[in-house]
């Protein structure tokens, strides 16, 4: 099977206390065991987010199951993914390049050494 590397950024809103809030919902102790089922559940084989200031990076492995519509259309049929975006809309704010109502935005890659 083959993996494909893909990148997002997302900004947090610029409040302290909000952005130590978002970090402790990610922590590995407090990760809702739905969200990561349905992240598995999509080809999505490893998942890392980092973060500068209040901008956010994500870095997802996927296989060649995964389809971006698959993955929204699942999301958009599962209560506790749906529970779980609407929560992270009190910590994150939509990039001036993102359609309405998104949230993460794929990233360009300009460079890459192998």
């Known amino acids: ?3 494909k590397r893909m990148c997002f950024a997302c900004d947090l809103k610029s409040d302290p206390k909000l952005i130590e809030e978002y970090k402790e919902y990610h922590a590995a102790e407090n990760t809702w065991p ?3 089922q349905s992240i598995k559940d999509a080809g999505i084989l490893n998942m890392e987010i980092y973060l500068l200031g209040n901008r956010l990076f994500m870095i997802m492995d996927v296989d060649d199951t995964f389809d971006p519509d698959r993955k929204k259309q ?5 209560p506790k993914v749906q529970e779980w975006e609407k929560l ?6 939509q990039l001036p390049e993102a359609k309405n109502g998104e949230k993460w935005v794929e990233m360009e890659r300009v460079y890459a050494f192998q």
Do not use: G, H, P, Y
């Open 88 to 93: 992270m809309w009190k910590f994150q704010k």
């Open 34 to 36: 739905a969200i990561t």
């Open 74 to 78: 699942m999301d958009e049929e599962n």
């Open 1 to 3: 099977m083959k993996s």
